[in-house]
């Protein structure tokens, strides 16, 4: 045997040992199962929220409150449906919130001020979400610019287009065709008052869990943000699968347009923009991988539901809003950092 391989012995056996161990502490099962069930973690967390607040004050768990809660979700998961979408590729979008706000500004003016059929509005409003998604795609996929600074950027342009064509004003429901505020109408189950706007989010996260798991472009969206190189060398067009996705994403804001319309009873410019940080909060806590490649879309609604959970439970024990979006901040840390260990995990 030559010195060479005499002296790389002692330096391999500790690696091997430390493996062992590693893969035999209960700490790294248990790692390794929320690495194989990204909704695990999440579940965990939405059970123990709901049993806490419940405890803290009875008013939590009653069917008023918890028709308020689910009512609430409705718009928040439907804008964390989309950021699901783009958190996958690897991507993010903090120009949700906006997008969502202009086509509902559109879709409101268009039928009131300019008296066009609901149905044509809520089309035009789809054409703005579609609109708004090539743009972000093209500046990702053609200038290669990073994700953050795109939609920071389109941010400010989407917020800004919203009050030069709206003037700041608020169309009430009342002036607008019933069919735009039916989103808002609800029925109950189980004592509980769900809206249509619920019942609409719930199709969508149907529809595209089916359409990520049960199709060659749901595999290639979570290849692209798993690997794009490798995606690359494997056949994908890397740029295709995104442009899509911004697409897919932009189309489901408008849908999220229509909910909030339905919601508020009214479109506003001022409502609504503040959700970014509560969709990007749902998609992480939901188990989603800010680092693209991992993640389910039902994790993303029980991570919208923690996030409903947790604001009402937290104004329920009277804390001011501040306080509020501290509490979701902590909570985008500690999910961050969640991830980062669970990634960890050998496949």
Known sequence: MSQNSKESVPSEAPDLAEEFLDRTTPLSAIRGVLHRYPALSPAIVLIVAVSVFGALNDRALE???????????????????????????????????AVMVLSSMVIAQATVQNGLPALLGLGLGLAVGLGAGALNGFLVTRLKLPPF??????????????????????????????????????????????????????????????????????????????????????????????????????????????????????????????????????????????????????GTLLGALIVGVFRNGLALAGLDVLWQTFAVGVLIIAAVSIDQWIRKARK
């Open 149 to 298: 600074i795109v939609t920071l950027g389109m941010l400010n342009i989407f917020l800004a287009l919203t009050l030069l064509y709206s003037g700041g004003a608020t169309v009430r429901g009342a002036d607008m065709p019933d069919f735009l505020t039916m989103t808002g109408e609800t029925f109950p189950v189980g004592g509980v008052n769900i809206s249509v706007g619920v019942v609409m989010m719930l199709v969508l996260y149907v529809a595209l869990a089916m359409i990520l798991h049960g199709t060659a472009w749901g595999r290639h969206v979570y290849a692209s943000g798993d690997d794009p190189e490798a995606a690359r060398l494997a056949g994908i067009r890397v740029n295709r699968v995104l442009m899509s996705v911004y697409l897919a994403a932009g189309a489901i804001l408008a849908v999220a347009a229509w909910i909030q319309i339905g919601r508020s009873n009214a479109a506003s410019p001022n409502t609504g923009i503040d959700l970014n940080l509560d969709s990007i909060t749902a998609v992480v806590i939901g188990g989603t991988s800010l680092f693209g490649g991992r993640g389910t879309v039902w």
């Open 63 to 97: 069917p008023s409150n918890l028709s308020l809660v689910t009512q609430q979700v409705a718009v928040v998961g439907t804008l964390a449906l989309a950021q699901t979408l783009i958190i996958l590729t690897a991507g993010i979008d903090l120009s949700i919130g």
